[in-house]
């Protein structure tokens, strides 16, 4: 017998928070059970090569939409089949109720375990869930999402209020299926989320995810722009400016004072929302405010992001705007690096911008973008990389140590990284059921080999392995 079901080879390792180490890594039953300067290959059954490459912690992409706009089991595996193209291991993915998704609405008792129901299967990598909590009735349910479902995790958005009026003016809206869903709803739900996080955040962190857009500025400047321009994806970013993000933030910020709710502030897109959530953290030292931001954000610009293909909320924005994000990224400032994932198809974005459908895929380049870009060109160190897109989340989602960092009884979710291999990005490249890419053309070296899922290499030069074997994970999980 064995002694090792798979050892990892001559890697240079990199775990969060320390420097980078050469050393082997021996797994069995899953997890990682030694860390050593040299291991023999005749002890494992399975034997990895990682010399001239880095080995990572599997990254946690925690900004995901799986099912968002095609059927959830179909876009459960096509899509976490791209994450493993990046390196990702762990997606936890948005679901609400109202449009897209299963376009419906009712108590989660019912409908959260119809969700995992349809993922489980069919995901190649593990997932968890974050909840919009849509109706009053949802309100009572988070106590039990936490402590008996292992959702950790909740979201509000913020610029859903202005679609509370209908063309008959009575209230409740189509699109989000609530009764009442406004700044009243949300102090609620921080109330929910906060008391929840008090009875079972010794496990782990619980929180409230907040998409910050304010809905009666985009109702002005989308008029503004509609009738004297600009067009294209720089009217798109007219039409919801950095403002409506400022403004968002400060309205949501005092409401987490008054209810001491741990907060996530999702994809911010522009310095101005940079400065809000600093001037928030400032004001507010004593509460736990997390900061995300997006690949796409980091990487593009409106003149660069392919026109309509690149539309996406908030939207994509300006030069300076991604040198402030990535200033912010590099100096610490903002905690994780997650791709939004939502694949879609060129057909739903169409040729009206207005009724295009936003979003887009990018998990497959959280690694491959972060070291190309990050390291290779803006002086972002390794160790940092693997904060960004494994460690951070991972706490921030009540996921560490058992996700997020390469620990003797961590899960052997590991990915062997060619810093020089280069691929120009293509659909292909990104092995996602999406048929374009706002991110063609670019050039990214830094490339997974290996993808590794609880000791199961699980992708491998260029092609997913074996069927999909990823687990539901309930949150948090418990502390050693
Ligand atoms: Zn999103």
């Known amino acids: 017998m064995p002694r090792y079901d798979t050892v990892v080879l001559n890697g240079t390792v990199i775990m969060p928070y320390v420097d980078p180490v050469r050393c082997d890594i021996g797994v069995r039953d899953g997890r990682v059970v030694a860390l050593a300067d040299a291991l023999a290959p005749g002890d494992a059954a399975d034997v990895v090569d990682a010399r001239g490459r880095l080995v990572l912690p599997g990254a946690v992409d925690s900004h995901f939409h799986i099912g968002i706009y095609r059927d959830l089991a179909t876009d459960a595996t096509s899509e976490t089949a791209s994450a493993l193209a990046g390196g990702v291991t762990t997606v936890l993915s948005y679901f609400r109720t109202g449009q897209h998704?299963?376009?419906?609405?009712?108590?989660?008792?019912?409908?959260?375990?119809?969700?995992?129901?349809?993922?489980?299967?069919?995901?190649?990598?593990?997932?968890?869930?974050?909840?919009?909590?849509?109706?009053?009735?949802?309100?009572?349910?988070?106590?039990?999402?936490?402590?008996?479902?292992?959702v950790g995790s909740f979201k509000y958005y913020m610029f859903y209020k202005g679609l509370n009026l209908t063309s008959d003016s009575t209230r409740g809206s189509a699109y989000t299926m609530s009764d009442a869903y406004d700044l009243g709803h949300l102090y609620l739900l921080m109330r929910q989320v906060a008391s929840a996080s008090a009875v079972?955040?010794?496990?782990?962190?619980?929180?409230?995810?907040l998409h910050c857009e304010q809905a009666e500025l985009i109702r002005v400047f989308i008029d503004e722009v509609k009738r004297s321009g600009p067009g294209g994806l720089e009217g798109y970013h007219r039409a919801r400016p950095p403002l409506t993000e400022r403004l968002s933030i400060a309205e949501a910020l005092v409401l987490a004072d008054e209810t001491r709710c741990p907060v996530n502030l999702l994809h911010?897109?522009?310095?101005?929302?940079?400065?809000?959530?600093?001037?928030?953290?400032?004001?507010?030292?004593?509460?736990?405010?997390?900061?995300?931001t997006t690949l796409h954000h980091l990487a593009l610009t409106h003149a660069t992001a392919h026109g309509i293909l690149g539309k996406v909320n908030p939207p994509i924005r300006t030069e300076a705007d991604r040198d402030a994000l990535w200033d912010a990224v590099v100096r610490g400032s903002i905690d994780t690096v997650v791709s939004d994932h939502a694949c879609c198809a060129e057909a739903d974005k169409g040729e009206d911008l207005w009724k295009a459908l936003p979003g887009f895929g990018g998990t497959a380049l959280l690694y491959p973008y972060l070291v190309s870009e990050g390291h290779g060109k803006r002086g972002l160190g390794l160790t940092r990389v693997a904060e960004l897109a494994s460690a951070n989340p991972a706490r921030a989602f009540g996921l560490y140590p058992k996700k997020g960092t390469i620990a003797v009884g961590s899960d052997a979710d590991l990915v062997v990284l060619d810093p020089d291999r280069e691929r120009v990005v293509t659909p292909d490249v990104l092995h996602s059921a999406q048929d374009f890419t706002p991110f063609a053309g670019m050039r990214v070296r830094g490339w997974p080999t290996h993808t590794i899922l609880r000791g199961r290499v699980v992708f491998q030069d260029g092609r997913v392995q074996g069927r999909p074997a990823g687990e539901y994970v309930k949150r948090p999980v418990s502390r050693p």
Do not use: C
């Not at 069919?122 to 909590?133: M, P, R, S, V």
């Not at 349910?141 to 008996?148: R, S």
């Not at 959530?277 to 030292?285: I, L, M, S, T, W």
């Open 101 to 150: 998704y299963l376009n419906k609405s009712g108590p989660y008792r019912t409908i959260f375990p119809e969700v995992v129901a349809a993922t489980e299967g069919h995901a190649y990598t593990d997932f968890g869930y974050h909840l919009g909590i849509m109706t009053s009735e949802q309100l009572d349910e988070v106590d039990w999402l936490v402590g008996e479902q292992g």
């Open 200 to 209: 079972h955040g010794a496990r782990g962190r619980v929180s409230l995810s």
């Open 268 to 292: 911010l897109s522009s310095g101005e929302a940079l400065r809000a959530a600093a001037q928030g953290r400032r004001e507010f030292p004593h509460l736990d405010i997390r900061l995300e």
